[in-house]
Every structure is written in structure tokens, then in C-alpha cells.
Nanobody
């Protein structure tokens, strides 16, 4: 059983940066594809980025391409989401989620993921 924990959220000014981390206290994360999602007040949870368990495949939502970078360090059992050039519309609770399938993959749909963290708040405001 996984216990995913997100960290690194906070308050940042527009144009600033944050790095989110997703760690697990259970099985090693290198068995799992990992996705980052976010949910703003009154909106549905949307996919932000994902990375396959072997790190070969990544994907980004159009709204964050060129600004966000996903990476993983399996030795540290951590997946990162580097967020640069942040905008007020990036304000949301950010969640990491994992899935385990025989073949590595990077789906954007939240319904493809099995385990979820509790989320970390990101607020972009001046």
C-alpha cells in the first residue's frame, strides 16, 4: 500500500518558482507511474504532468508546457514538479498520484491512477 506525501507548496509571486515533491513511505516509487494533478476552487481536478515508472515518458498539460518540468529520483524515492514562471491561474491544490501497470505509461486522465496524496496548496499572488 502506498502512502504518498506532497510537499513544497506555498505562496509565491507571479513569475516565481516552486518545486513540489512527492514521496512514498511504502513501496519504492520506481514501480509506479506518477502523475501530478491540481484542483482549483469550484473546478474539476485536472492533469498537470506525468512521468512513467522508467522515466522515459513524460507529458504536460498545454497550460504548463515550457514552464513546468517533471522528474524523478528513484534513489531518493521522490518525484519532483519544478514550476517556473508561475501565474495566478496556477493557484490550486496540487496532488500526486500513482499507478502500477505491467507496462510503463503516462496517462493524463485521473481515472487511470490508483493512489493519491493529500495535496499541497500552491498560491500565486502578489
Amino acid at each position: 500500500q502506498l502512502h504518498l506525501v506532497e510537499s513544497g507548496g506555498g505562496l509565491v509571486q507571479p513569475g516565481g518558482s516552486l518545486r513540489l515533491s512527492c514521496t512514498n513511505s511504502g513501496f519504492p516509487l520506481d514501480f509506479y507511474d506518477i502523475g501530478w494533478f491540481r484542483q482549483a476552487p469550484g473546478k474539476e481536478r485536472e492533469g498537470v504532468s506525468c512521468i512513467s515508472k522508467n522515466g522515459v515518458s513524460t507529458n504536460y498539460a498545454d497550460s504548463v508546457k515550457g514552464r513546468f518540468t517533471i522528474s524523478r529520483d528513484n534513489a531518493k524515492n521522490t518525484v519532483y514538479l519544478q514550476m517556473d514562471s508561475l501565474r495566478p491561474e496556477d493557484t490550486a491544490v496540487y496532488y500526486c498520484a500513482s499507478r502500477s501497470r505491467p507496462e510503463p505509461g503516462c496517462p493524463s486522465s485521473r481515472y487511470e491512477y490508483d493512489w493519491w496524496g493529500q495535496g499541497t496548496q500552491v498560491t500565486v499572488s502578489s
